[in-house]
């Protein structure tokens, strides 16, 4: 199956900082989704990204399809933003069967 | 509001039990989804649904059954066949036509074998 690797494991940041995150995946997709999970477990969609870069208030991604990786961009870290990122991604020739990553794991400190 | 609804939260699971967890929608979506998170991990496919009265396996299918007789549920059944159950349960729904947006998640199912 596809193989999805996100980067780093773990982040801590100051709050007010700027991050990246990335996800590199290793056939090609026709859709990929970041994903926001909080301490309660709620999993939130922060975008649906198959291509392209789209921004909403402080993140963004751009997803290069034809280089398999999709970056997630924070600016002005928040401890609210503290939770697991995760991307998924679904295959072209495995449509309605998305695939995650084990996640990136954020902590912004007061 | 629509939304995803996941119940019950929590639930205990005695061995050689079967347990059903509750998956309900009504933001008109085509798909469901049901995926298993253990601690630390992100989450695996169990089983999904197009369809009405039609489900594909997951990559961990094994010890659980689905079905999916009308569009707004999707129930999961964890069988006594499931050796290792205890874990975060997760549905989600999207639509599949002219897709604009991705995974709409309800809130889990922590499930515990004691």
């Known amino acids: 199956g596809i193989q999805v690797e996100q980067s780093p494991p773990d982040l801590i940041l100051q709050e007010g900082a700027n991050s990246t995150l990335r996800c590199n995946f290793s056939d090609s997709v026709n859709n990929l989704q970041w994903f926001h999970q909080n301490p309660w477990g709620q999993l939130i969609n922060l975008f649906y990204?198959?291509?392209g870069t789209k921004q909403n208030g402080r993140l963004s991604a751009t997803t290069v399809a034809t280089e398999r990786y999709s970056l997630l961009y924070i600016s002005s870290s928040q401890t609210t933003d503290s939770g697991v990122y995760f991307c998924?991604?679904?295959?072209?020739?495995?449509?309605?069967?998305?695939?995650f990553g084990d996640g990136t794991t954020l902590t912004v400190k007061p | 509001d629509g939304g995803i609804t996941q119940s019950p939260k929590y639930l205990f699971r005695k061995e050689g039990q079967n347990v059903t967890l509750s998956c309900e929608q009504n933001?008109?979506?085509?798909?469901m989804y049901w995926y298993r998170q253990d601690p630390g991990q992100g989450l695996r496919l169990i089983y999904y649904s197009q369809i009405v009265n039609d489900f594909q396996k997951g990559d961990i299918a094994e010890g659980y059954s689905v079905s999916r007789e009308k569009k707004e549920s999707f129930p999961l059944t964890v069988t006594s066949a499931q050796k290792n159950p205890t874990a975060f349960y997760l549905c989600a729904s999207s639509i599949l036509r002219d897709r604009v947006g991705g995974y709409t998640f309800g809130s889990g199912t922590r499930l515990t074998v004691v």
């Open positions: 998924a991604v679904e295959r072209r020739t495995n449509a309605g069967k998305s695939t």
């Open positions: 990204i198959p291509s």
């Open positions: 933001l008109n979506h085509d798909a």
